[in-house]
Nanobody, 121 residues
Framework: VQLQACGGGLVKAGGSLRLSCAAS????????MGWFRQAPGKEREFVAA???????IYADSVKGRFTISRDSAKNTVYLQMSTLKPEDTAVYYC????????????????WGQGTLVTVSS
């Protein structure tokens, strides 16, 4: 499975961005797809995840501001980020696995290369 994330960039606080992650390879390994992020000097943290069925989970820090969605026909997952804050600045990674809808990075077998989101104050 290969995951290709894109859509990062520089945005002012309060602005919006949409990240995309296109998956290729074994479809069952992408039943569950998630977004994680890692800020400089910090550990990787969970952002949101979505099942092929559409069920989803969010980190408390992004609830109400971020929306995860997927287009199963295109095997692509999106992260719509709104009302961005400087503390959202991080490299965002997409990940997938075929077993769990989880907020733990340990449950994800496949990872994309990351896309940088910078939110200026």
């Amino acid at each position: 499975v290969q995951l290709q994330a894109c859509g990062g960039g520089l945005v002012k606080a309060g602005g919006s961005l949409r990240l995309s992650c296109a998956a290729s390879g074994r479809t069952f390994s992408t039943y569950f797809m998630g977004w994680f992020r890692q800020a400089p000097g910090k550990e990787r943290e969970f952002v949101a995840a979505i099942a092929r069925s559409g069920g989803n989970i969010y980190a408390d820090s992004v609830k109400g501001r971020f929306t995860i969605s997927r287009d199963s026909a295109k095997n692509t997952v999106y992260l719509q980020m709104s009302t961005l804050k400087p503390e959202d600045t991080a490299v965002y990674y997409c990940a997938s696995n075929g077993v769990f809808l989880s907020d733990s990075p340990d449950k994800y077998a496949y990872w994309g290369q990351g896309t940088l989101v910078t939110v200026s104050s």
